[in-house]
């Protein structure tokens, strides 16, 4: 059974950048659509971003589009999430998730009952 777990998290100036990473282990991993998610306090958790088995297809919440960029290398079992110009509003927890179905993306990419498999989360905090 996969697992995952995220890193890089921390804390950053408004208009700043990180970048976290999502490892897997103990799973299948090539053949599925990653996902980020994040979760604020007292808000729900909500989609970030996707991208497809291949690397060849992403996807994006409008709320970081063209700030936020995903990506994957299957050779170390990771995905990444590079974050630029950040906002204070992109404070919270985030997670990495891998679909429950294979080479599938559909329309539920956005929805967290599609995905299966859930890291612990890393803190991303950003000060004005």
């Known amino acids: 059974q996969v697992q995952l777990v995220e890193s890089g998290g921390g804390s950053v100036q408004a208009g700043g950048s990180l970048r976290l990473s999502c490892t897997a282990s103990?799973?299948?991993?090539?053949?599925?659509?990653m996902g980020w998610f994040r979760q604020a306090p007292g808000k729900e958790r909500e989609f970030v971003a996707a991208?497809?088995?291949?690397?060849?297809?992403?996807y994006y919440a409008d709320s970081v589009k063209g700030r936020f960029a995903i990506s994957r290398d299957d050779a170390k079992n990771t995905v990444y999430l590079q974050m630029n110009s950040m906002k204070p509003e992109d404070t919270a927890d985030y997670y990495c998730?891998?679909?429950?179905?294979?080479?599938?993306?559909?329309?539920?990419?956005?929805?967290?009952?599609?995905?299966?498999?859930w890291g612990q989360g890393t803190q991303v905090t950003v000060s004005s």
């Open positions: 998730a891998r679909k429950r179905v294979a080479f599938n993306i559909g329309s539920d990419y956005p929805k967290t009952a599609s995905y299966g498999y």
């Open positions: 103990g799973g299948s991993f090539d053949n599925y659509l």
């Open positions: 991208i497809n088995w291949r690397g060849t297809n992403t």
